[in-house]
RNA sequence: GGUACCUUGACCGAGUGGCUAGGUAGCGGUCUGCAAAACCGUCAACGGCAGUUCGAAUCUGCCAGGUACCUCCA
């Protein structure tokens, strides 16, 4: 086979609450499956953190010369709102409430949620279903669970038997837990319960009649239950068992338990050999949620209008602040930590342009091919994204002590650096230069040579009056200025 | 109530049984007309109490504080 990983890669399976060898089925192929958003309302910054950490691990997996198939559902139906609501799901009840079909509260978040992600800059998956668009499969599924005998029908909705596939399958795998701590903290079944056992969930749920999404099914009129959505779209794109399975932490003890259950009872096999879960994002150390209300929105970030933030701050800000932690660690977003990632990733985005300015000497007075390999070793272990930016800021220092002359390299590793921070910085990490330099405008970047001359000739004739007002006016109107030895540069921010 | 997890310097945040994380901020210096940027140097931490160990911030126990899940949430 030609396409021979040589990586070495370890990820943190949450089966087994150890590092394991990325071993893929079918290497050099990857079926990745990642839990998407329910498209009732806009995308909240917690959410984001989830798709950009399987951005950076998508894109490393590529990078490395894997054959991705990414698969990422959009939960358009059928996600209920609790087990005691009136039988709406989600969507109907947004709906009459802004007066608006279902399917264009759908359309109207489903496009803010790829504008958001596009804005993250992050990539779109292979395949991206939806669960309206599955219901068939939903249906086939839900069938051959209720003959397997892990379900049963009550007046038209069908629940999941957790306590009878308990009996030969562990249902609490995922989260370490036995069935009788689990009973435990359940609520007792009130009387109007249709379930046998407490911790039953509905895979198929009865429509009343003026339900607003309903469709027809061997049970009679209904809708699928929000967990069996994911288990029918994973398997039918990716096969009974593939390699990774990611999501929010939040999912793992209910949804993506019930995945398991689900696709054990319809395949008799493990659905996914590595389970992957991102830790939350927390403002003032609590868990930034939909339903606690102290969700950002993306929007309110960018713009600083928000009650918590003292100014706006740019995507690859917000990009480059998540790629400094780890995605197993809760992250906290506060004010003073957003300024501190902004500053890094402006110097990180400054020495890219540094790099072009480098003039290659006899000999190399660093290891570059250390700091390649140090780079894709912290990757390599579990996508540690906070220790490959520590490398990155090394190879910076490398590349401002290069220019000044303070440390000299062959040419050969220049264009090595040149590889391996456009690798990290652009293709890995996904971020991308947000300033807005001369690149393609002749009549800014000739305006601006005109400016640097005036101020060159005021400076050579110590008129400090006018070189300073130039500076000091380009500055209010946003422009970064650096004098150097022969005028200065700029940036616009 | 049950089950897990977390507590690192001014802030964010890695990691590890003995070896500088990194970023931001601070301090000192180089450079500069001044500033900014950059570079060099530097300060500073492992919640508390016991134990295991030649050695623990890293392992164990207890305590304190916090978070999450068990009910919709990435």
């Known amino acids: 086979m030609n396409n021979e990983i040589t990586r070495k890669l370890v990820i943190y399976n949450t089966l087994s609450r150890t590092k394991e060898v990325f071993e893929p089925i079918h290497?050099?192929?990857?079926?990745?499956?990642?839990c998407g958003p329910t498209v009732y309302s806009d995308v909240h910054l917690g959410n984001c953190r989830t798709f950009i950490s399987f951005d950076i691990i998508y894109r490393y997996l590529l990078h490395i010369g894997y054959k991705v198939r990414y698969v990422r559902n959009i939960t358009d139906a059928g996600h209920l709102e609790g087990d005691h609501d009136e039988g709406d799901d989600k969507f109907a009840k947004k709906a009459k409430l802004e007066q608006l079909e279902p399917m264009e509260i759908v359309q109207k978040y489903t496009l803010g949620f790829h504008e958001v992600l596009s804005m993250f800059n992050t990539l779109p998956p292979s395949i991206e279903p939806t669960a309206t668009g599955h219901i068939i499969d939903q249906i086939e599924m839900i069938r051959k669970i209720l003959e397997s005998g892990y379900a049963y029908e009550v007046n038209g909705t069908v629940y999941f038997d957790v306590e009878k596939y308990s009996n030969n399958?562990?249902?609490?795998?995922?989260?370490?837990?036995?069935?009788?701590?689990?009973?435990?903290?359940?609520?007792?079944?009130s009387g109007q319960d249709e379930k046998k056992g407490r911790l039953d969930f509905a895979l198929w749920i009865k429509s009343k009649p003026e339900t607003l999404m309903q469709w027809p099914s061997p049970w009679g009129n209904g809708?699928?239950?929000?967990h069996i959505e994911c288990s029918?779209?994973?398997?039918?794109?990716?096969?009974?068992?593939?390699?990774?399975?990611?999501?929010?932490?939040?999912?793992?003890?209910?949804?993506?338990?019930?995945?398991?259950?689900?696709?054990?009872?319809?395949?008799?096999?493990s659905p996914v050999k590595y389970w992957v879960h991102t830790n939350m994002l927390t403002v003032n150390g609590a868990r930034m949620s939909k339903t606690a209300g102290n969700g950002f929105l993306p929007k309110e970030l960018f713009t600083g209008n928000h009650p918590l933030l003292e100014r706006g701050y740019s995507p690859m800000t917000v990009r480059f602040f998540m790629a400094q932690s780890?995605?197993?660690?809760?992250?906290?977003?506060?004010?003073?930590?957003?300024?501190?990632?902004?500053?890094?990733?402006?110097?990180l985005m400054e020495s890219l342009s540094v790099l072009d300015k480098i003039v290659p000497g006899e000999v190399s007075s660093v290891s570059i091919a250390e700091l390649k390999e140090k780079c894709y070793a912290a990757m390599d272990d579990d996508f540690n994204t906070p220790i490959l930016i520590s490398?990155?800021?090394?190879?910076v220092r490398i590349i401002n002590s290069a220019r000044d002359k303070q440390e000299t390299l062959t040419s050969d590793d220049l264009e090595m650096l040149k590889q391996i921070m456009h690798s990290f910085v652009f293709e890995v990490?996904?971020?991308?230069?947000?300033?807005?330099?001369?690149?393609?405008?002749?009549?800014?970047?000739?305006?601006?040579?005109?400016?640097?001359?005036?101020?060159?000739?005021?400076?050579?004739?110590?008129?400090?009056?006018?070189?300073?007002?130039?500076?000091?006016?380009?500055s209010a109107l946003g422009f970064e200025i650096k004098d150097t030895k022969d005028g200065f540069e700029w940036r616009l921010n």
């Open 326 to 347: 780890q995605y197993r660690s809760t992250l906290d977003f506060s004010n003073e930590a957003l300024q501190a990632a902004e500053k890094g990733y402006k110097r």
């Open 27 to 34: 290497s050099p192929h990857v079926g990745m499956y990642v």
């Open 429 to 474: 990490l996904g971020l991308k230069d947000e300033s807005n330099n001369s690149a393609g405008n002749e009549v800014m970047e000739g305006l601006m040579n005109l400016i640097a001359d005036i101020r060159k000739s005021a400076r050579a004739n110590k008129d400090w009056s006018t070189s300073d007002k130039i500076r000091d006016e380009l």
């Open 391 to 395: 490398h990155l800021f090394d190879a």
């Open 232 to 269: 029918a779209m994973s398997t039918k794109y990716l096969g009974t068992t593939f390699d990774i399975h990611g999501g929010g932490m939040d999912l793992q003890a209910t949804h993506h338990t019930n995945e398991i259950a689900q696709s054990e009872a319809f395949s008799n096999v």
């Open 223 to 226: 809708f699928p239950g929000w």
């Open 169 to 189: 399958h562990s249902y609490g795998v995922l989260t370490n837990r036995k069935l009788e701590d689990l009973l435990e903290g359940t609520r007792e079944l």
